[in-house]
Protein backbone atom coordinates (compact mmCIF):
# COMPACT_ATOMS: atom_id res chain seq x y z
CA UNK A 1 0.00 0.00 0.00
CA UNK A 2 1.10 3.44 -0.55
CA UNK A 3 0.84 5.40 2.41
CA UNK A 4 -0.14 9.73 2.08
CA UNK A 5 -1.01 12.37 4.25
CA UNK A 6 -3.45 14.90 3.71
CA UNK A 7 -2.59 19.12 4.64
CA UNK A 8 -5.83 20.62 4.83
CA UNK A 9 -9.10 18.87 6.18
CA UNK A 10 -11.36 21.42 3.95
CA UNK A 11 -13.62 20.93 1.31
CA UNK A 12 -11.09 19.78 -1.31
CA UNK A 13 -9.54 17.38 1.20
CA UNK A 14 -12.19 16.21 2.33
CA UNK A 15 -13.17 15.59 -0.96
CA UNK A 16 -9.75 13.64 -1.41
CA UNK A 17 -10.51 11.29 1.00
CA UNK A 18 -13.87 11.06 -0.53
CA UNK A 19 -12.63 10.03 -3.84
CA UNK A 20 -10.04 7.69 -2.74
CA UNK A 21 -12.83 5.37 -1.00
CA UNK A 22 -15.51 5.64 -3.66
CA UNK A 23 -13.30 4.54 -5.90
CA UNK A 24 -10.74 2.58 -3.77
CA UNK A 25 -10.44 -0.81 -6.34
CA UNK A 26 -9.76 1.46 -9.66
CA UNK A 27 -7.63 3.80 -8.38
CA UNK A 28 -5.43 0.41 -7.02
CA UNK A 29 -5.74 -1.03 -10.78
CA UNK A 30 -4.76 2.39 -12.30
CA UNK A 31 -2.14 2.78 -9.51
CA UNK A 32 -0.54 -0.57 -9.14
CA UNK A 33 -1.22 -0.54 -5.33
CA UNK A 34 -3.89 0.56 -3.25
CA UNK A 35 -3.44 4.08 -1.74
CA UNK A 36 -4.44 4.55 2.11
CA UNK A 37 -4.36 7.57 3.79
CA UNK A 38 -2.51 7.52 7.29
CA UNK A 39 -2.27 11.19 8.14
CA UNK A 40 -4.76 14.12 7.78
CA UNK A 41 -3.25 17.30 9.43
CA UNK A 42 -5.66 20.19 10.42
CA UNK A 43 -5.93 22.40 13.24
CA UNK A 44 -8.70 21.20 13.69
CA UNK A 45 -10.54 18.02 15.86
CA UNK A 46 -13.36 16.18 13.80
CA UNK A 47 -15.32 14.25 16.88
CA UNK A 48 -17.55 11.71 15.23
CA UNK A 49 -16.17 11.39 11.93
CA UNK A 50 -13.95 8.72 11.20
CA UNK A 51 -11.16 10.52 9.80
CA UNK A 52 -10.23 11.52 13.26
CA UNK A 53 -7.90 9.04 14.25
CA UNK A 54 -5.97 9.68 11.51
CA UNK A 55 -5.63 13.30 12.55
CA UNK A 56 -2.70 15.25 13.32
CA UNK A 57 -2.03 19.09 14.30
CA UNK A 58 1.97 19.18 13.89
CA UNK A 59 3.35 18.76 10.15
CA UNK A 60 6.75 17.38 11.57
CA UNK A 61 4.78 14.29 12.30
CA UNK A 62 4.06 13.69 8.19
CA UNK A 63 8.07 15.04 7.44
CA UNK A 64 9.44 12.10 9.72
CA UNK A 65 7.53 9.41 8.75
CA UNK A 66 9.15 7.39 5.88
CA UNK A 67 6.22 5.29 5.22
CA UNK A 68 4.53 8.22 4.03
CA UNK A 69 5.67 8.70 0.32
CA UNK A 70 3.20 11.14 -1.13
CA UNK A 71 1.73 14.11 0.34
CA UNK A 72 -1.42 16.13 -0.68
CA UNK A 73 -1.76 19.84 -0.01
CA UNK A 74 -5.62 21.40 0.12
CA UNK A 75 -5.02 24.08 2.74
CA UNK A 76 -4.65 27.15 0.49
CA UNK A 77 -3.02 30.37 0.76
CA UNK A 78 1.07 30.78 0.06
CA UNK A 79 1.86 30.59 3.87
CA UNK A 80 1.80 27.82 5.98
CA UNK A 81 1.58 26.14 2.77
CA UNK A 82 4.56 26.54 1.38
CA UNK A 83 6.57 25.90 4.44
CA UNK A 84 5.21 22.89 4.89
CA UNK A 85 5.13 21.68 0.97
CA UNK A 86 9.01 22.62 0.88
CA UNK A 87 9.48 20.60 4.47
CA UNK A 88 7.80 17.58 2.51
CA UNK A 89 9.67 17.79 -0.56
CA UNK A 90 13.32 18.16 1.29
CA UNK A 91 12.40 15.18 3.01
CA UNK A 92 11.88 13.32 -0.14
CA UNK A 93 7.88 13.26 -0.32
CA UNK A 94 6.28 13.82 -3.31
CA UNK A 95 3.77 15.91 -3.48
CA UNK A 96 0.60 17.45 -4.98
CA UNK A 97 -1.63 20.31 -4.08
CA UNK A 98 -4.93 22.21 -5.73
CA UNK A 99 -3.75 25.47 -4.22
CA UNK A 100 -3.38 28.38 -7.19
CA UNK A 101 -2.00 30.74 -4.80
CA UNK A 102 1.25 28.96 -3.80
CA UNK A 103 1.54 27.49 -7.35
CA UNK A 104 1.42 30.59 -8.98
CA UNK A 105 3.65 32.18 -6.58
CA UNK A 106 6.41 29.50 -5.33
CA UNK A 107 5.66 26.76 -8.64
CA UNK A 108 9.13 27.40 -10.20
CA UNK A 109 11.15 27.26 -6.62
CA UNK A 110 8.82 24.30 -5.59
CA UNK A 111 9.20 22.43 -9.23
CA UNK A 112 13.03 22.90 -9.01
CA UNK A 113 13.54 21.18 -5.60
CA UNK A 114 11.24 18.32 -6.50
CA UNK A 115 13.34 17.41 -9.59
CA UNK A 116 16.72 17.97 -7.12
CA UNK A 117 15.58 15.56 -4.57
CA UNK A 118 13.92 13.16 -7.48
CA UNK A 119 10.88 13.33 -6.22
CA UNK A 120 7.09 15.56 -7.99
CA UNK A 121 5.47 18.75 -7.40
CA UNK A 122 2.73 18.29 -9.18
CA UNK A 123 -0.47 20.76 -9.47
CA UNK A 124 -3.19 19.49 -12.19
CA UNK A 125 -5.88 20.90 -9.86
CA UNK A 126 -4.50 24.38 -9.35
CA UNK A 127 -6.09 25.52 -12.58
CA UNK A 128 -9.51 25.03 -13.74
CA UNK A 129 -10.68 21.96 -10.93
CA UNK A 130 -12.11 18.78 -12.60
CA UNK A 131 -11.00 19.99 -15.90
CA UNK A 132 -7.39 18.67 -16.99
CA UNK A 133 -5.48 21.25 -18.71
CA UNK A 134 -1.67 20.99 -16.72
CA UNK A 135 -0.91 17.61 -17.72
CA UNK A 136 -2.46 17.90 -21.51
CA UNK A 137 0.05 21.06 -21.80
CA UNK A 138 2.66 19.18 -20.18
CA UNK A 139 2.41 16.08 -22.07
CA UNK A 140 -0.34 16.02 -24.84
CA UNK A 141 0.65 19.30 -26.45
CA UNK A 142 4.57 19.08 -26.17
CA UNK A 143 4.51 19.06 -30.22
CA UNK A 144 3.14 22.30 -30.60
CA UNK A 145 3.48 25.72 -30.17
CA UNK A 146 0.85 27.24 -27.80
CA UNK A 147 0.01 30.66 -29.78
CA UNK A 148 -3.27 31.27 -27.27
CA UNK A 149 -4.76 30.02 -24.17
CA UNK A 150 -7.60 31.82 -23.32
CA UNK A 151 -10.77 30.84 -20.69
CA UNK A 152 -12.97 31.13 -18.50
CA UNK A 153 -11.47 30.05 -15.36
CA UNK A 154 -13.46 31.07 -12.47
CA UNK A 155 -16.75 29.37 -11.53
CA UNK A 156 -17.96 32.19 -8.94
CA UNK A 157 -17.84 35.28 -11.84
CA UNK A 158 -19.03 33.37 -14.71
CA UNK A 159 -22.79 32.45 -12.63
CA UNK A 160 -22.89 35.77 -11.59
CA UNK A 161 -22.29 37.04 -15.16
CA UNK A 162 -24.98 34.59 -16.15
CA UNK A 163 -27.59 35.24 -13.65
CA UNK A 164 -27.35 38.88 -15.11
CA UNK A 165 -28.10 37.88 -18.65
CA UNK A 166 -30.72 35.69 -17.98
CA UNK A 167 -32.28 37.80 -15.09
CA UNK A 168 -31.57 40.99 -16.05
CA UNK A 169 -30.15 42.01 -12.47
CA UNK A 170 -27.81 44.27 -11.21
CA UNK A 171 -24.46 42.87 -10.08
CA UNK A 172 -25.03 43.48 -5.90
CA UNK A 173 -28.00 41.37 -6.34
CA UNK A 174 -26.29 38.59 -8.02
CA UNK A 175 -23.46 38.80 -5.98
CA UNK A 176 -25.77 38.49 -2.62
CA UNK A 177 -27.11 35.34 -4.81
CA UNK A 178 -24.33 33.62 -5.55
CA UNK A 179 -23.02 33.93 -1.54
CA UNK A 180 -26.34 32.25 -0.81
CA UNK A 181 -25.35 29.22 -2.77
CA UNK A 182 -21.90 28.98 -1.23
CA UNK A 183 -20.76 29.74 -4.75
CA UNK A 184 -18.91 33.01 -3.68
CA UNK A 185 -16.98 33.65 -0.57
CA UNK A 186 -17.92 36.02 2.56
CA UNK A 187 -14.99 37.95 0.89
CA UNK A 188 -15.33 37.35 -2.70
CA UNK A 189 -12.67 39.98 -4.15
CA UNK A 190 -10.15 37.19 -5.05
CA UNK A 191 -13.23 35.91 -7.50
CA UNK A 192 -15.42 39.08 -8.66
CA UNK A 193 -11.59 41.38 -8.89
CA UNK A 194 -10.20 38.56 -11.43
CA UNK A 195 -7.62 37.63 -9.09
CA UNK A 196 -8.48 33.82 -9.07
CA UNK A 197 -8.17 33.65 -12.82
CA UNK A 198 -5.00 36.24 -12.78
CA UNK A 199 -3.29 33.13 -10.83
CA UNK A 200 -4.45 30.99 -13.05
CA UNK A 201 -3.59 32.02 -16.55
CA UNK A 202 -0.26 33.00 -14.65
CA UNK A 203 0.42 29.85 -13.93
CA UNK A 204 -0.66 28.50 -17.44
CA UNK A 205 1.61 31.16 -19.18
CA UNK A 206 4.57 29.75 -16.76
CA UNK A 207 4.23 26.20 -18.71
CA UNK A 208 4.04 27.53 -22.25
CA UNK A 209 7.10 29.51 -22.20
CA UNK A 210 8.76 27.55 -19.60
CA UNK A 211 10.10 30.14 -17.49
CA UNK A 212 8.39 32.26 -14.44
CA UNK A 213 5.62 34.63 -14.92
CA UNK A 214 4.68 37.09 -12.51
CA UNK A 215 0.96 37.27 -11.51
CA UNK A 216 1.10 40.67 -10.18
CA UNK A 217 2.59 41.63 -14.28
CA UNK A 218 -0.78 40.57 -15.75
CA UNK A 219 -3.34 43.31 -16.47
CA UNK A 220 -6.56 42.40 -14.30
CA UNK A 221 -10.25 43.69 -14.23
CA UNK A 222 -12.82 42.44 -12.61
CA UNK A 223 -16.12 42.05 -13.07
CA UNK A 224 -17.10 44.94 -10.44
CA UNK A 225 -17.92 47.58 -12.95
CA UNK A 226 -20.67 45.39 -15.29
CA UNK A 227 -24.16 46.84 -15.11
CA UNK A 228 -28.02 45.73 -16.16
CA UNK A 229 -27.47 48.06 -18.60
CA UNK A 230 -24.59 46.58 -19.91
CA UNK A 231 -26.57 43.15 -20.01
CA UNK A 232 -29.05 45.11 -22.21
CA UNK A 233 -26.37 46.33 -24.74
CA UNK A 234 -24.99 42.74 -25.10
CA UNK A 235 -28.25 41.14 -25.90
CA UNK A 236 -28.94 43.53 -28.61
CA UNK A 237 -25.89 42.85 -30.00
CA UNK A 238 -26.15 39.24 -29.76
CA UNK A 239 -23.23 39.08 -27.51
CA UNK A 240 -22.74 37.27 -24.15
CA UNK A 241 -20.48 39.15 -21.12
CA UNK A 242 -18.03 36.81 -19.98
CA UNK A 243 -14.66 37.34 -17.36
CA UNK A 244 -12.09 35.66 -19.69
CA UNK A 245 -7.96 35.07 -18.63
CA UNK A 246 -5.43 35.05 -21.86
CA UNK A 247 -2.27 34.43 -22.46
CA UNK A 248 -1.22 35.18 -26.16
CA UNK A 249 2.08 35.04 -27.99
CA UNK A 250 3.11 37.55 -30.11
CA UNK A 251 6.88 37.42 -32.41
CA UNK A 252 8.64 38.64 -29.14
CA UNK A 253 6.70 37.40 -26.45
CA UNK A 254 3.35 36.94 -24.75
CA UNK A 255 0.31 39.52 -23.70
CA UNK A 256 -1.49 37.93 -20.76
CA UNK A 257 -4.45 39.71 -19.45
CA UNK A 258 -7.54 39.31 -17.90
CA UNK A 259 -10.93 41.30 -18.35
CA UNK A 260 -14.75 40.82 -19.39
CA UNK A 261 -15.62 40.87 -23.09
CA UNK A 262 -18.65 40.49 -25.05
CA UNK A 263 -18.56 37.49 -27.49
CA UNK A 264 -20.53 36.37 -30.09
CA UNK A 265 -21.79 32.94 -31.22
CA UNK A 266 -19.06 31.75 -33.00
CA UNK A 267 -16.73 32.66 -30.33
CA UNK A 268 -15.68 28.53 -28.64
CA UNK A 269 -16.72 30.20 -25.16
CA UNK A 270 -20.20 31.69 -26.03
CA UNK A 271 -22.50 28.56 -24.41
CA UNK A 272 -20.38 28.42 -21.19
CA UNK A 273 -22.03 29.06 -18.37
CA UNK A 274 -23.00 28.84 -15.04
CA UNK A 275 -20.39 27.61 -12.72
CA UNK A 276 -18.72 25.72 -15.52
CA UNK A 277 -15.38 26.80 -16.43
CA UNK A 278 -13.46 26.28 -20.22
CA UNK A 279 -9.82 26.81 -21.58
CA UNK A 280 -9.62 27.33 -25.28
CA UNK A 281 -5.93 26.51 -26.67
CA UNK A 282 -4.85 27.25 -29.59
CA UNK A 283 -1.30 25.11 -31.35
CA UNK A 284 0.54 25.89 -34.33
CA UNK A 285 -0.15 22.21 -35.47
CA UNK A 286 -2.95 21.45 -33.36
CA UNK A 287 -5.18 24.39 -34.48
CA UNK A 288 -8.24 24.65 -31.98
CA UNK A 289 -8.98 22.64 -28.51
CA UNK A 290 -11.51 23.00 -26.18
CA UNK A 291 -11.26 21.80 -22.36
CA UNK A 292 -14.30 21.74 -20.50
CA UNK A 293 -16.22 20.76 -17.47
CA UNK A 294 -16.47 21.80 -13.47
CA UNK A 295 -13.61 24.35 -12.55
CA UNK A 296 -14.51 23.96 -9.16
CA UNK A 297 -16.26 21.95 -6.00
CA UNK A 298 -15.34 19.26 -3.98
CA UNK A 299 -15.20 16.17 -6.01
CA UNK A 300 -14.21 17.79 -9.21
CA UNK A 301 -11.06 19.36 -7.75
CA UNK A 302 -10.49 16.25 -5.48
CA UNK A 303 -10.80 13.92 -8.73
CA UNK A 304 -7.90 15.98 -10.33
CA UNK A 305 -6.03 15.86 -7.17
CA UNK A 306 -6.34 12.15 -6.64
CA UNK A 307 -5.20 11.83 -10.35
CA UNK A 308 -2.06 13.39 -9.72
CA UNK A 309 -1.59 11.05 -6.64
CA UNK A 310 -1.63 8.44 -9.02
CA UNK A 311 0.18 9.57 -11.35
CA UNK A 312 3.08 9.85 -8.59
CA UNK A 313 1.91 6.71 -8.02
CA UNK A 314 3.36 5.31 -11.65
CA UNK A 315 6.43 7.26 -10.82
CA UNK A 316 7.82 6.96 -7.19
CA UNK A 317 11.61 6.37 -8.31
CA UNK A 318 11.36 8.90 -11.07
CA UNK A 319 10.71 12.64 -12.23
CA UNK A 320 8.20 13.72 -14.16
CA UNK A 321 9.79 16.81 -16.29
CA UNK A 322 8.18 19.94 -15.79
CA UNK A 323 9.22 22.91 -17.92
CA UNK A 324 8.91 25.80 -15.84
CA UNK A 325 12.46 27.47 -14.88
CA UNK A 326 12.87 30.51 -12.01
CA UNK A 327 13.94 32.95 -15.02
CA UNK A 328 11.52 35.71 -14.71
CA UNK A 329 9.50 36.08 -17.98
CA UNK A 330 8.78 40.01 -18.66
CA UNK A 331 5.56 40.24 -20.46
CA UNK A 332 4.97 42.74 -23.27
CA UNK A 333 2.36 45.84 -22.24
CA UNK A 334 -1.03 44.82 -22.62
CA UNK A 335 -1.53 48.36 -23.93
CA UNK A 336 -0.05 47.08 -27.50
CA UNK A 337 -2.85 44.36 -27.89
CA UNK A 338 -5.51 45.08 -30.10
CA UNK A 339 -8.96 45.01 -29.45
CA UNK A 340 -13.03 46.47 -30.45
CA UNK A 341 -14.36 48.31 -27.34
CA UNK A 342 -18.06 48.77 -26.42
CA UNK A 343 -18.66 52.22 -25.15
CA UNK A 344 -21.09 53.48 -23.30
CA UNK A 345 -20.77 57.88 -23.03
CA UNK A 346 -23.15 60.58 -22.06
CA UNK A 347 -21.63 62.39 -25.32
CA UNK A 348 -23.63 62.80 -28.46
CA UNK A 349 -23.27 60.88 -31.77
CA UNK A 350 -21.04 63.91 -33.31
CA UNK A 351 -18.55 64.20 -30.23
CA UNK A 352 -17.98 60.21 -30.54
CA UNK A 353 -17.37 60.56 -34.16
CA UNK A 354 -15.25 63.36 -34.01
CA UNK A 355 -13.07 61.17 -30.96
CA UNK A 356 -13.16 57.67 -32.52
CA UNK A 357 -14.11 58.12 -36.10
CA UNK A 358 -15.92 54.78 -37.68
CA UNK A 359 -18.03 53.67 -35.07
CA UNK A 360 -20.88 51.25 -35.02
CA UNK A 361 -23.71 53.17 -32.87
CA UNK A 362 -26.11 50.56 -30.93
CA UNK A 363 -29.34 50.77 -29.42
CA UNK A 364 -30.45 48.52 -26.57
CA UNK A 365 -34.25 48.33 -25.45
CA UNK A 366 -35.61 50.55 -22.66
CA UNK A 367 -32.13 52.61 -22.19
CA UNK A 368 -32.18 56.23 -22.85
CA UNK A 369 -30.16 59.16 -21.73
CA UNK A 370 -27.27 57.92 -23.27
CA UNK A 371 -25.27 56.59 -26.23
CA UNK A 372 -23.51 53.23 -26.86
CA UNK A 373 -21.26 52.39 -29.91
CA UNK A 374 -18.15 49.74 -30.63
CA UNK A 375 -15.22 51.10 -32.18
CA UNK A 376 -13.17 49.99 -34.78
CA UNK A 377 -10.02 47.31 -33.89
CA UNK A 378 -7.21 49.22 -31.93
CA UNK A 379 -4.28 49.35 -29.42
CA UNK A 380 -5.28 50.41 -25.88
CA UNK A 381 -3.61 52.65 -26.03
CA UNK A 382 -5.39 54.36 -29.26
CA UNK A 383 -8.52 53.36 -27.19
CA UNK A 384 -7.22 55.52 -23.99
CA UNK A 385 -6.63 58.53 -25.97
CA UNK A 386 -9.62 59.12 -27.94
CA UNK A 387 -11.43 58.23 -24.79
CA UNK A 388 -9.81 60.97 -23.27
CA UNK A 389 -10.53 63.30 -25.88
CA UNK A 390 -14.04 62.00 -25.74
CA UNK A 391 -14.56 62.91 -22.23
CA UNK A 392 -17.21 61.08 -20.29
CA UNK A 393 -17.06 57.57 -20.53
CA UNK A 394 -20.06 55.68 -18.25
CA UNK A 395 -18.17 52.68 -18.80
CA UNK A 396 -16.29 50.08 -21.63
CA UNK A 397 -16.09 46.11 -22.18
CA UNK A 398 -13.56 44.83 -25.01
CA UNK A 399 -15.50 43.11 -28.09
CA UNK A 400 -13.72 39.59 -28.83
Not at 21 to 47: C, M, P, Q, W
Not at 120 to 126: D, I, M, P, T
Not at 331 to 352: G, H, Q, W
Request: net charge negative.
Amino acid sequence: MIKIAIMGYGTVGSGVVEVLNTNKESIAKRSGDYIGVKYVLDLRDFEGDPIQDKIVHDYQIIVNDPEVKVVVETMGGVEPAYTFVKAMLLAGKHVTTSNKALVAEKGAELIALAKEKNVNFLFEASVGGGIPIIRPLNSSLTADEIEEITGILNGTTNYMLTQMAANGSEFDDVLKDAQAKGYAEKDPSADIEGYDACRKIAILTSLVCGQQVDFTDIHTEGITKITATDIKYAKAMGRAIKLLASSKKQDDGYIAMVAPYMIDATHPLYPVNGVFNAIFVHGNVLGDAMFYGSGAGKLPTASAVVSDVVDIAKHLDRNIWVEWSGEKKELLDYKKSVNKYFVRTTATKEDVKKAFDNVTFIEAEGVTGEVGFVTEAMSEEEYTDKAAKLGVVLGMIRVA
